[in-house]
């Protein structure tokens, strides 16, 4: 009995031991002015530790009924590209990664249903934790710098890229 403890405690000890994700630097760009502008795209510290995101991406061309994203994870020499039909993906989220990355803004953003979207687009306080609860638990990512960088897709037309830069120390 002992051994199926000890091998249950070795089998999720990666699930449950994760590392501190820090924000270093944020860049949204919109490729057209006339669609969209980013009122709001910065870094706040909320102590010595931790840091939130916030962007605030102002639709001037509404309703959005086409959209998708291009997301890409880089770590020298660790490089990760993915693209996903984003409405297609709130209508059924059964993608596990796209649902993870999903689920560590979801409760910040305003991106929560189906298109069409007939509002701006706000990520409000994305606290590095959360990066940390979903991401963490699932995956052992060792120490370093980061990048994903998102393009933002309407109609195939590129609108816009965020870049969030970020470092992760495991404990």
Same mark, same amino acid.
């Given at each position: 009995?002992?051994?199926?403890?000890?091998?249950?405690?070795?089998?999720?000890?990666?699930?449950?031991?994760?590392?501190? $994700?820090?924000?270093?630097?944020?860049?949204?760009?919109? %490729?057209?002015?006339?669609?969209?502008? /980013?009122?709001?795209?910065?870094?706040?510290?909320?102590?010595?530790? %931790?840091?939130?995101?916030?962007?605030?991406?102002?639709?001037? &061309?509404?309703?959005? /009924?086409?959209?998708? $994203?291009?997301? @890409?994870?880089?770590?020298?020499?660790?490089?990760?590209?993915?693209?996903?039909?984003? @409405? &297609? /993906?709130?209508?059924? &989220?059964?993608?596990?990664?796209?649902?993870?990355?999903?689920?560590?803004? &979801?409760?910040?953003?305003?991106?929560? %249903?189906?298109?069409?979207?007939? %509002?701006?687009?706000? $990520?409000?306080?994305? /606290?590095?934790?959360?990066?940390?609860?979903?991401?963490?638990?699932?995956?052992?990512?060792?120490?370093?710098?980061?990048?994903?960088?998102?393009?933002?897709?309407?109609?195939?037309?590129?609108?816009?890229?965020?870049?969030?830069?970020?470092?992760?120390?495991?404990?």
């Amino acid at each position: 009995m002992s051994k199926w403890l000890l091998l249950k405690f070795w089998v999720t000890l990666p699930m449950i031991c994760f590392g501190h $994700v820090s924000f270093t630097n944020l860049n949204c760009s919109s %490729h057209n002015s006339d669609f969209l502008t /980013f009122p709001t795209c910065h870094i706040k510290a909320v102590n010595r530790t %931790h840091k939130y995101i916030s962007i605030h991406a102002k639709m001037h &061309q509404l309703p959005i /009924f086409d959209a998708r $994203v291009s997301f @890409c994870l880089i770590e020298i020499p660790f490089f990760f590209d993915l693209s996903y039909d984003a @409405c &297609q /993906f709130m209508k059924n &989220q059964k993608n596990i990664f796209i649902n993870t990355l999903y689920k560590t803004f &979801q409760r910040n953003s305003n991106m929560n %249903h189906t298109c069409p979207y007939n %509002h701006d687009i706000i $990520v409000d306080k994305l /606290f590095t934790g959360n990066l940390e609860e979903e991401f963490g638990r699932f995956i052992v990512i060792p120490n370093g710098n980061y990048a994903i960088y998102t393009e933002w897709i309407t109609n195939k037309v590129a609108r816009a890229s965020v870049k969030i830069y970020f470092n992760i120390l495991n404990k």
